[in-house]
């Protein structure tokens, strides 16, 4: 199985890294730029707004399809008629709860059609979601794979027109939503037609009982994506409503938040390959320790060479991409940076909890991380804006991740590999170390970056917190494990 998942994970990673950092540096920050930090603080502002309570879209029921068809793949097409309809009735509720919610908390009425394009931009990302629970769950990863960067890919081009030829003067707030929703809606005619190639032609069939039944089982899921969205996403209207800069202090926060966002993206994917696996390993009751361990060792590892990097050059990193970052950028930075640690425990032993059906304990978990994220930021951002909400996220993930150890460690009892957290120690220590000296000696970027991948290549492998051999034999093997599963 861990051959099955690393596969996954390569050709992830690959297609990924291909298009996402590209979207992200060459379409994202430039646009900031030509929009200025202010107005395109407003557009962060009203994406997070419509993200608080987009899982009205989902209720829950992409995990639990997901879980589902790698469970029992033969009832792939049992359902997808029913949920067709059920999926469409809640995104007539989500676009009328969230614009009653607009105008309750009393959100700039003249940005009412960025509102209705950002909604309809939601309903497009969580169809293609949906229909990844279906290329997910059949372990087609390669598939699944192609539709995690389809919007991010047409978004590239689109982007990269506008930004960088004379096809669009001026650049306003129009044309960044215009092509920042019409991506989105491109990317789900695509989905359609890998959803009709898996399952037909949707058709709508209401039944009322079948509805209540998904609900049953998919409502504590759709509960804990409702309250993790909630603790993640309410930063930036928390920073409007608060703070007398608002929408400026939101643009600051968004210059850090942007490159956290980059490195979530990567982990998320993670947990969409994992999910299906420790799903049938549950099912099998065969031993999860193994891929554990290595996810976390992946991610973690990963995480800590991006923070000791970016740490070693946060001022020319920051006034190398914004026109405009200040000393409260660089300040949000190390926070939001260091959140990134604890987001990794919560993408593996968080997706290891979903599987194992622990959903009474995660959502425990998330309510707590939510309180704490709304008392945290009324105490700070008023007083220390964007780098308040910044301390926040770190303190808040940092919570929710340790908690969802301690559920997997004592009560899935489930352990990682011997030494793994001594592993992990060692190598932040190290890296640690040597941001020290990059400070002391100030070595320039040409010395600094080479030196930092170099020295941490070296302690994984040295550590053996990443084994190469084990890696190369896990993906050289034959393809009869994968048959297996098939079977």
Not at 249 to 257: K, N, P, S
Request: net charge positive; proline share 3%; glycine share 6%.
């Amino acid at each position: 199985m861990q051959q099955v998942f690393l596969r996954g994970l390569i050709i992830t990673l690959v297609l990924n890294l291909l298009v996402k950092p590209a979207t992200i540096f060459g379409v994202d920050v430039v646009m900031q730029n030509k929009l200025g930090s202010e107005t395109y603080g407003t557009f962060h502002t009203f994406l997070n707004f419509t993200f608080l309570f987009s899982m009205l879209l989902d209720m829950g029921i992409t995990n639990f399809m997901t879980r589902l068809i790698a469970q029992h793949p033969h009832l792939i097409r049992h359902y997808s008629n029913q949920l067709f309809t059920l999926r469409s009735v809640l995104a007539l509720a989500y676009i009328a709860l969230t614009t009653i919610l607009y105008f309750v908390i009393d959100l700039p009425l003249q940005y009412w059609w960025v509102l209705a394009l950002l909604i309809l931009h939601q309903v497009n990302i969580n169809t293609v979601n949906y229909v990844r629970a279906y290329t997910g769950g059949l372990l087609r990863f390669g598939m699944d794979a192609v539709l995690s960067i389809m919007e991010r890919s047409i978004y590239l081009v689109f982007g990269s027109i506008m930004l960088y030829t004379n096809f669009v003067e001026p650049i306003t707030l129009p044309w960044a939503v215009g092509i920042f929703v019409g991506s989105s809606f491109l990317s789900l005619i695509f989905a359609f037609f890998v959803y009709f190639s898996i399952v037909g032609l949707p058709r709508w069939n209401w039944n009322r009982v079948f509805f209540q039944a998904i609900f049953k089982k998919s409502f504590p899921f759709a509960l804990l994506v409702i309250l993790m969205m909630l603790y993640a996403r309410l930063d930036a209207v928390f920073l409007q409503q608060l703070h007398p800069e608002g929408e400026l202090q939101v643009g600051y926060y968004v210059q850090g938040f942007r490159l956290l966002d980059a490195c979530w993206m990567f982990g998320i994917l993670f947990g969409a390959l994992l999910l299906p696996v420790f799903s049938r390993l549950l099912k099998e009751k065969s031993s999860v320790s193994g891929i554990t361990t290595t996810a976390l060792n992946i991610l973690v590892s990963a995480g800590i060479l991006m923070i000791a990097m970016t740490f070693g050059m946060i001022k020319p990193l920051f006034d190398a991409l914004y026109s405009d970052a200040t000393e409260v950028s660089y300040q949000s930075w190390v926070f939001l940076a260091m959140a990134f640690i604890p987001m990794c425990f919560t993408i593996v032993f968080g997706t290891l909890l979903t599987a194992n059906g622990s959903l009474r304990q995660l959502n425990k978990v998330a309510f707590s991380g939510l309180v704490l994220t709304v008392v945290l930021n009324c105490i700070l951002v008023p007083f220390y804006g964007a780098l308040g909400t910044a301390i926040t996220t770190f303190s808040t993930q940092f919570t929710v991740g340790i908690l969802q150890w301690f559920i997997v460690r004592y009560s899935m009892k489930v352990r990682l590999a011997h030494l793994t957290w001594t592993k992990l120690l060692v190598l932040s220590i190290l890296m640690g170390a040597l941001l020290c000296a990059k400070l002391w000696f100030d070595w320039s970027l040409f010395v600094w970056i080479p030196l930092v991948v170099a020295f941490w290549t070296l302690l994984i492998f040295g550590l053996r917190i990443i084994d190469i051999r084990s890696l190369m034999k896990l993906v050289m093997k034959n393809e009869d494990s994968l048959e297996m599963l098939d079977n």
